[in-house]
């Protein structure tokens, strides 16, 4: 088997295939397919028949597991989480906003991998932003006012008590294990434009929902800073939009990209199982 990367044609993503993951990956291949990811951002690959404990393999080829805060995990597989919907849920679509995955953890995962199972016939794509493009190509006014400036970070819009996925979310009829706490209120900070921790490049770091406020700045003003921005790092010229095939694998890097889901499958189930790339010992 040949390893080919093909690049999308869009603002990021590339499709692996001449890899079988059934099989334990050569320290050769991890380095290429880690090479790739850091080029690529969102690596794709499909016609991967892969269980449970193939999956939790190819993620430690990659860094430790990361830590799913607000989520039950799978049965025999604490570091598995379910993203599920079924045919006739109507609880609003799981992670519909722009995000970067726990960025309200002082440490954040590098990635995140998730497997397609149950896939609906349409509708249910993800997308993914490419958020060194969005700054690179940001205008100066607006860079100017994120330079130098700490976000603070939180989950507790989404999963503290009171958040969109907290007590009132419990009655909706959720599929998922979501699991809110109190431990949602914690903030953690980071800048919002950052060297990625492996390459270098400069980069935008989350967005609105996970960020609630700028350190230092009034919260209305930080408020129309942050819709402002993610008006702009969303902007379609930034995206990949992925279109989900069961038995496919994906990993992106949620250093460099932000990603949402998206609805359009009712009267489908969908069931994708989620593991995460916890951060490096060495990174930043
Ligand atoms: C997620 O944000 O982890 C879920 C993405 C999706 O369901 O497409």
Same mark, same amino acid.
């Given at each position: 088997?040949?390893?080919?990367?093909?690049?999308?044609?869009?603002?990021?993503?590339?499709?692996?295939?001449?890899?079988?993951?059934?099989?334990?990956?050569?320290?050769?291949?991890?380095?290429?397919?880690?090479?790739?990811w850091?080029?690529?951002?969102?690596?794709?690959?499909?016609?991967?028949?892969?269980?449970?404990?193939?999956?939790?393999?190819?993620t430690l080829?990659f860094g430790p597991f990361g830590i799913d805060t607000f989520f039950?995990?799978?049965?025999?597989?604490?570091n598995?989480a *379910?993203?599920?919907?079924?045919?006739?849920?109507?609880?609003?679509?799981?992670?519909?906003?722009?995000h970067t995955d726990w960025s309200f953890q002082p440490e954040p995962p590098q990635g995140t991998c998730l #497997?397609?199972?149950?896939?609906?016939?349409?509708?249910?794509?993800? !997308?993914?932003?490419?958020?060194?493009?969005?700054?690179?190509?940001?205008?100066?006014?607006? %860079?100017?006012?994120?330079?130098?400036?700490?976000?603070?970070h939180?989950a507790? !819009?989404?999963?503290?008590?009171?958040?969109?996925?907290?007590? *009132?979310?419990?009655?909706?009829?959720?599929?998922?294990?979501?699991?809110?706490?109190?431990?949602?209120?914690?903030?953690h900070?980071h800048?919002?434009?950052?060297?990625?921790p492996e390459?270098?490049?400069?980069?935008?770091f989350g967005?609105?929902?996970y960020?609630?406020?700028?350190?230092?700045?009034?919260?209305?003003?930080?408020?129309?800073?942050?819709?402002?921005?993610?008006?702009?790092?969303?902007?379609?010229?930034?995206? #990949?939009?992925?279109?989900?095939?069961?038995?496919?694998?994906?990993m992106w890097d949620n250093r460099s990209v932000?990603h949402?889901?998206?609805?359009? #499958?009712?009267?489908?189930? %969908?069931?994708?199982?989620r593991t995460t790339i916890g951060a490096a010992p060495?990174s930043g």
């Open positions: 088997m040949t390893l080919s990367i093909e690049q999308s044609n869009q603002a990021c993503g590339a499709r692996v295939t001449g890899l079988d993951l059934t099989k334990p990956m050569k320290p050769m291949q991890v380095e290429q397919i880690r090479q790739a850091l080029k690529h951002h969102v690596l794709v690959f499909p016609k991967q028949r892969l269980t449970d404990s193939h999956l939790e393999r190819f080829n039950g995990s799978i049965p025999g597989h604490p598995i *379910a993203i599920t919907r079924e045919s006739d849920e109507k609880a609003p679509i799981f992670a519909e906003t722009w #497997y397609g199972i149950d896939i609906p016939p349409k509708g249910g794509d993800t !997308l993914f932003a490419n958020q060194h493009q969005a700054l690179e190509q940001m205008p100066n006014e607006l %860079r100017a006012q994120l330079e130098n400036q700490m976000a603070i939180s507790k !819009l989404g999963y503290s008590l009171t958040g969109a996925y907290g007590e *009132a979310d419990q009655s909706k009829g959720r599929s998922m294990d979501i699991r809110p706490s109190d431990r949602a209120n914690e903030t900070s800048p919002i434009i950052r060297p990625h390459t270098g490049r400069l980069g935008l967005t609105f929902g960020i609630i406020g700028i350190e230092g700045m009034a919260d209305e003003v930080a408020l129309n800073l942050l819709l402002e921005l993610q008006a702009w790092q969303s902007k379609e010229e930034f995206q #990949y939009r992925h279109q989900w095939e069961p038995e496919m694998l994906v932000l949402r889901a998206t609805g359009g #499958y009712e009267g489908y189930s %969908r069931r994708l199982h060495s």
